[in-house]
């Protein structure tokens, strides 16, 4: 049981450039969460999904798109990354709105 | 729209004090609080979440105590130890609707051997 996982680890884009980060979790958890987490500002809602199939915008989600193509995949898009996307993204999972998150290993993002 | 306040920002303190670190929040309709550690590049791992209805949650040496009238939780440590150095992080849920947990800035805590 490996919980949440999100890959790539760490990345370095040039502005303008597009990538994917890729979240997993193995608990049959139905919603699903992306955040971004700057010094001073804490963690911060991205988009959340309740579901397949269904995704939210969250607190902060100008610049970013995601699906939930599948139960247990949450993916998060950058289409032209700018380096205001510079961040620590987490991913988390939850068996319902008012249940524990738990939280992947998170993606340290630079963009140049 | 509720603000959640973590203070001190920074805390050292010696190993085996006994400590407390503070979590308030404006708006008191939650559902629960959630208190968080984070290590240095690490994700969050979740230590104890407290129901509204609960006034505290205990785990090992860590006792999470909730006063959602006057919007306050705390954290106490027990013993510390240099192992407990790490950012502790609170999230409150709100009662309404979807809305995300509302995470503070955390504390920083050093345990000093």
């Known amino acids: 049981n490996a919980g949440v996982t999100q890959t790539p680890k760490f990345r370095v884009l040039k502005t303008g450039q597009s990538m994917t980060l890729l979240c997993a979790q193995d608990?049959?958890?139905?919603?699903m969460y992306w955040y971004r987490q700057d010094p001073g500002m804490g963690l911060r809602l991205i988009h959340y999904?309740?579901?397949?199939?269904?995704?939210a915008k969250g607190e902060v989600p100008d610049g970013y798109n995601v699906s939930r193509l599948k139960k247990q995949n949450f993916l998060l898009g950058l289409e032209s990354a700018a380096p205001s996307q510079t961040s620590v993204y987490f991913c988390a999972s939850s068996s319902g709105h008012f249940y524990e998150q738990y939280f992947g290993p998170g993606t340290r993002l630079t963009v140049t | 729209k509720q603000e959640v306040t973590q203070i001190p920002a920074a805390l050292s303190v010696p190993e085996g004090e006994n400590l407390v670190l503070n979590c308030s929040f404006t708006d008191s309709a939650i559902y629960n609080l959630q208190w968080f550690r984070q290590d240095p590049g690490k994700g969050l791992t979740s230590l104890l979440l407290?129901?509204?209805?609960?006034r505290e949650q205990t785990s090992g040496r860590l006792n999470a105590s909730l006063d959602k009238s006057s919007g306050r939780s705390t954290l106490y440590i027990a013993a510390s130890q240099p192992g407990d150095s790490a950012t502790y992080l609170c999230a409150v849920k709100m009662v309404a609707g979807n809305t995300p947990l509302v995470f503070g800035k955390g504390t920083r805590l050093s345990v000093i051997a």
């Open positions: 999904s309740v579901g397949e199939g269904t995704t």
């Open positions: 407290i129901q509204s209805s609960q």
């Open positions: 608990m049959n958890h139905e919603y």
